[in-house]
C-alpha cells in the first residue's frame, strides 16, 4: 500500500495561487498513476485531474482547465498541483491518489488515499 502526504494548502485571496504537493512513499512510484481530487462541505468528492506515467498525458476538470496544472517529479516521488487564479468555489479539503491502471473521473478506481490538505479561497 502506497503512503500518500500531501502539503501546500492555505488560506488565500481570490485570484492567487498555490502549489499543493504529494509526496508518496515506496520505490516505484514512477509506476503510478497520480490523480488529486478535492471535497467540499457537504459535497461529494470530485475529480481535479490526473497524470499518467512519467512523461504521460494528463487530464483536468472543465471547472479548472485552464487554472490548474498537475506535474510530477520522478525522482523525487512526488506530484505537484499548481493552482493560480483560485476561486472561492476551490475551497475543499485536497487529496491526492494513486492506482497502478486507472486514470479516470470515478473515485472508486483509485486505491491509496492522503489524508488531505485544506484550501480556502476568500472573496
Known amino acids: 500500500q502506497v503512503q500518500l502526504v500531501e502539503s501546500g494548502g492555505g488560506s488565500v485571496q481570490a485570484g492567487d495561487s498555490l502549489r499543493l504537493s504529494c509526496v508518496a512513499s515506496?520505490?516505484?512510484?514512477?509506476?503510478?498513476?497520480m490523480a488529486w481530487f478535492r471535497q467540499a462541505p457537504g459535497k461529494e468528492r470530485e475529480f481535479v485531474a490526473f497524470?499518467?506515467?512519467?512523461?504521460?498525458?494528463?487530464a483536468y476538470a472543465d471547472s479548472v482547465k485552464g487554472r490548474f496544472t498537475i506535474s510530477r517529479e520522478d525522482a523525487k516521488n512526488t506530484v505537484y498541483l499548481q493552482m493560480n487564479s483560485l476561486k472561492p468555489e476551490d475551497t475543499a479539503i485536497y487529496y491526492c491518489?494513486?492506482?497502478?491502471?486507472?486514470?479516470?473521473?470515478?473515485?472508486?478506481?483509485?486505491?491509496?488515499w492522503g489524508q488531505g490538505t485544506q484550501v480556502t479561497v476568500s472573496s
Open positions: 491518489t494513486t492506482s497502478l491502471t486507472y486514470s479516470g473521473t470515478n473515485y472508486g478506481g483509485y486505491n491509496s
Open positions: 515506496g520505490r516505484t512510484f514512477s509506476r503510478y498513476i
Open positions: 497524470i499518467r506515467w512519467s512523461g504521460g498525458s494528463t
